[in-house]
């Protein structure tokens, strides 16, 4: 008997994906490297971004969290391909 169906273990996969995406997406955006731009850094003295650059080492950590969970899952389902 398996915990997860395949099908249930496929559309984790997908999430966790998505969740990756945007996570890496935040780390991006929330970089003090992306603040070469006039526009990024004139933003970088408001205080909302402020607030969102101070999360961004919990979007590291999300991210490793995410991503454990991803391959785990993507070798559950498909195997070790070598």
């Not at 994906?17 to 003295?45: E, H, K, P, Q």
């Amino acid at each position: 008997m398996e915990v997860l169906d395949p099908i249930t273990r496929m559309r984790l996969l997908f999430i966790t994906g998505l969740i990756n995406l945007v996570l890496l997406t935040l780390i991006f955006l929330s970089c003090r490297l992306t603040l070469r731009s006039r526009l990024l850094n004139r933003m970088a003295r408001t205080k909302w971004f402020k607030a969102f650059y101070a999360a961004h080492t919990y979007f590291w950590w999300v991210l490793y969290a995410s991503l454990l969970v991803h391959i785990i899952l993507a070798f559950w389902t498909f195997g070790y391909p070598f």
